[in-house]
């Protein structure tokens, strides 16, 4: 069992930064892939990025490619998303995931967390 908290959602205007965190607690940290999605209102949880169990491949949505930035610190336990020119297509509830190997689908994920709000206004 592997327990996920995201953090650091909020409100930004458009063209701002933020930084999520996922702490992950319970199984090794570094055995699991970890992976961000999304999810707006009235639409379907979206892939956003997703990062090797030690970092070193990551892959990112098209519509976030440049102005997102997956890292971990597996040290911490710790797992972030860095979100630079941001737009309000942005805004949506922003989750973390952990799956066996990297992968970009929902289903292919194991263990959730709750979520974190980001608002971007116009």
């Known amino acids: 069992q592997v327990q996920l908290v995201e953090s650091g959602g909020g409100l930004v205007q458009a063209g701002g930064s933020l930084r999520l965190s996922c702490a992950a607690s319970g199984r090794t940290f570094s055995s699991y892939a970890m992976g961000w999605f999304r999810q707006a209102p009235g639409k379907e949880r979206e892939f956003v990025g997703a990062?090797?169990?030690?970092?070193?491949?990551?892959y990112y949505a098209d519509s976030v490619k440049g102005r997102f930035t997956i890292s971990r610190d597996n040290a911490k336990n710790t797992v972030y998303l860095r979100m630079n020119s941001l737009k309000p297509e942005d805004t949506a509830v922003y989750y973390c995931?952990?799956?066996?190997?990297?992968?970009?689908?929902?289903?292919?994920?194991?263990?959730w967390g709750q979520g974190t709000q980001v608002t971007v206004s116009s």
């Open positions: 990062i090797s169990r030690y970092g070193g491949s990551t």
């Open positions: 995931a952990a799956a066996a190997i990297i992968a970009t689908m929902t289903h292919e994920y194991d263990y």
